[in-house]
């Protein structure tokens, strides 16, 4: 069964920066399409950012405001999110997956997921 181990999260500042890490674990996503979710208390699962198997082209949700950027690197069968002037809100635990070439949107399209790595920012 595919696995996802997402680490790089902890206890940040309001305008501090994180960057996570997600390793695809016992099979290859040189192929797939990787992406980023996250889940607030209380709040349903949401995207934060995908990109395409080629890294040619990627997405992000309206909320990050150009703050966040993802990038991927194949050879290691890892992707990472770089979150920059994080805000209280970004609170959430953090999950990444992955799915067919190309960035899609939909939670659904996605099957598996690691254990999420816990991003809080507060003073």
């Known amino acids: 069964q595919p696995r996802f181990v997402e680490s790089g999260g902890g206890l940040v500042q309001p305008g501090g920066s994180l960057r996570l890490s997600c390793t695809a674990a016992g099979f290859s996503v040189n192929y797939m399409s990787m992406a980023w979710f996250r889940q607030a208390p209380g709040k349903e699962r949401e995207l934060v950012s995908c990109?395409?198997?080629?890294?040619?082209?990627?997405k992000y949700g309206d909320f990050q405001e150009g703050r966040f950027i993802m990038s991927r690197d194949n050879a290691r069968n890892t992707a990472y999110l770089q979150m920059n002037f994080l805000k209280p809100e970004d609170t959430a635990v953090y999950y990444c997956?992955?799915?067919?070439?190309?960035?899609?949107?939909?939670?659904?399209?996605?099957?598996?997921w690691g254990q999420g790595t816990q991003v809080t920012v507060s003073s």
């Open positions: 990109i395409d198997a080629g890294s040619d082209s990627s």
């Open positions: 997956s992955a799915t067919g070439p190309y960035c899609v949107v939909s939670i659904s399209d996605y099957s598996y």
